[in-house]
């Protein structure tokens, strides 16, 4: 991963890097008028929104060369499939230029996770094995892990997170052992935005030889991500969540790990040769993918991968560092909100999840959308993780490409405004 | 909008929410019950204190949002001397209430009217019924002996 340097990032306080108001142009959401107000949306660890060319995509797809893919033999069906595979060769160069048969293509990047455990999971773990996952999971990182424990006897075994919301690796050694056959946990928080040191864990799971799985659903859209150098096994996320449409996941895989595992989908497109008494599968990624995809959102996901190359990844990241530096600075002038997380922003994604001590996060949301501001409140799907914060739910701001330290200054004149709505009212 | 969100935020919720009523737990409680909004992660612990079939008091420990600490107030509140029967209508009520759905105006409901203003924010609608959907499975399940789950909102 490339080092950021330290000093560059606090220098600047406006946004500088990127071009932010022509990106801006480039989605037609981001003139909506909320309740009276231009919307400010700050939900991007949610989902993103989309430029017009993704949006379009989708149309041209419909209008110029809807067909099912990979087994008509006419124009269309050679376009569709085309576009399709195209989409392929782009999300395994935008990984670190992995091998097109490593990328399979799910609904998600749960769906993705659920791959794994039903297929390699069920295969290799077993009783008195052990699966190591940490507490800063999401659900999607954690239900179907404690599924397979359960349903194998296998232990699960957590990394503990400190105080200031990194993970706690002074027990590390005791936790991942040679008896660990599996490690998952995610690059980045989606509630603390920590990014987690994988590339150590990884060569550290390697050494005990157990596989790693990566949740990248919060990473992808927001650094540069070289799953080779990373030397991840597994490595999953969402199409969604990096400007492309819903309903595309990517899982990646190490060719020979792919080989090995068994399809848990069954049907057409998957298959190699069937009789009535037998079938075998096709070559990869085609045996995970049963049934017709997603076709139109795997064709719109391309140009979503273009714009993220167009801009480049390093500046995005540097651009939320700065974005992220200004958004702490100035949510930590207000003595009544409370910030989760890592102190030091190299560390963190572009996530800041908050408490106000006084506003459930609940109405507090309701209040910022009234004047057109979106956040996120909850538990984030990471229950346990917000339950050992100490609190029940917590409000957050996340951002993306088009994002603005104006739209910090007006999350944080909301802020106040809801204080004199529900404490000095 | 900002007309929306006041009348959801009337005067008498946030009266409710910032002086809860039946906030102190009840020490010996004749039913306890907890309940869970699985959509924000709030969780509220309802006990009630009974006399023959009337309710004595109940309280409510919940760290709710505003809608959900007032709603368990004004449930406090009115469930205190009624019987069962008028506790269950009383839940009847607030549902349909709160789901904008026709209900027994000659009851009198006192503060709860004021929750009407919930409806038109379909997702807060669960945070006003979780203290309500809690009461009433409580005493369900002690009056039918079933062993005690925690309550939710879902399904």
């Known amino acids: ?425 | 909008m900002a007309e929306q969100l006041d009348e959801m935020y009337r005067d008498i919720i946030m009266e409710h929410y910032r002086f809860p009523r039946g906030h102190d737990k009840i020490l010996n409680p004749d039913i306890t019950k907890e309940g869970r909004n699985p959509a924000c992660g709030d969780e509220i612990e309802i006990r009630v204190k009974m006399d023959k079939d009337k309710i004595e008091t109940v309280s409510v420990d919940c760290a709710g949002c505003a809608i959900s600490t007032a709603s368990g107030s004004m449930l406090a509140e009115i469930c205190e001397g009624k019987t069962i029967a008028e506790v269950k209508k009383i839940a009847g009520i607030v549902k349909a209430l709160l789901k904008g759905e026709k209900f027994d105006k000659s009851y009198d409901i006192g503060d709860i009217e004021a929750l009407q203003g919930v409806n038109k924010f379909p997702v807060r609608v669960k945070c006003a019924l979780l203290s309500w959907t809690t009461l009433v499975d409580a005493i369900d399940a002690k009056q039918t002996g079933r062993q005690l789950t925690a309550s939710t909102t879902e399904g």
């Open chain 1, 1 to 425: 991963m490339k080092v950021i340097d330290q000093n560059k990032s606090h220098l600047k306080s406006e946004n500088s890097l990127l071009s932010v108001d022509n990106i801006r142009k480039d989605f037609p959401i981001l003139d909506r008028m909320i309740n009276g107000h231009k919307l400010v949306y700050l939900d991007n660890a949610a989902t993103t929104q989309k430029p017009q060319t993704v949006i379009d995509a989708i149309t041209s797809y419909y209008a110029g060369f809807n067909a099912n893919v990979h087994r008509g033999l006419h124009t269309l069906a050679e376009e569709a499939t085309s576009a399709m595979e195209k989409t392929r060769d782009k999300t395994a160069a935008f990984i670190g230029g992995v091998k097109r048969e490593e990328i399979v293509f799910t609904r998600n990047a749960t769906e993705s996770i659920n791959l794994v455990v039903s297929s390699w999971g069920k295969k290799n773990i077993k009783q008195g094995d052990r699966i190591v996952i940490t507490q800063m999971e999401h659900h999607a990182n954690l239900v179907p892990w404690i599924m397979l424990a359960k349903e194998t006897g296998a232990e699960l075994e957590y990394i503990p997170i400190d105080q200031n919301g990194y993970l706690n690796l002074s027990n590390i050694n005791n936790i991942i052992t040679p008896k660990t056959k599996i490690v998952a946990l995610t690059h980045m928080s989606n509630v603390l935005g920590t990014i987690n040191p994988v590339a150590e864990i990884i060569s550290l799971a390697h050494k005990n030889n157990a596989l790693v799985l990566i949740d990248g659903a919060q990473s992808v859209p927001h650094m540069p991500v070289d799953v080779k150098t990373l030397d991840a096994d597994f490595y999953v996320f969402s199409a969604h969540k990096m400007l492309g449409p819903t309903g595309v996941g990517v899982l990646y895989a190490r060719e020979e790990i792919l080989n090995e595992m068994e399809p848990v989908i069954f049907g057409g497109e998957m298959i190699n040769e069937v009789r009535f008494d037998f079938a075998d599968w096709a070559e990869l990624p085609m045996k995970f993918e049963a049934g017709t995809p997603n076709i139109a959102d795997l064709v719109a996901f391309a140009p979503a991968l273009d714009y993220l190359n167009k801009i480049g990844m390093d500046k995005i990241r540097q651009h939320e560092i700065e974005i992220t530096t200004y958004g702490l600075e100035e949510l930590r002038k207000l003595d009544f909100i409370k910030i989760f997380g890592p102190d030091n922003v190299l560390d963190r994604g572009g996530v800041i999840s908050f408490v106000d001590d006084k506003i459930h996060s609940h109405d507090l949301s309701q209040y910022l959308d009234s004047k057109g501001v979106a956040v996120r409140a909850g538990h984030h799907c990471a229950q346990p993780l917000v339950k050992l914060l100490g609190v029940t739910s917590t409000s957050r701001a996340s951002f993306y490409i088009y994002n603005t330290n104006d739209e910090v200054d007006q999350l944080v004149e909301a802020l106040k405004a809801a204080r004199r709505y529900f404490v000095n009212g």
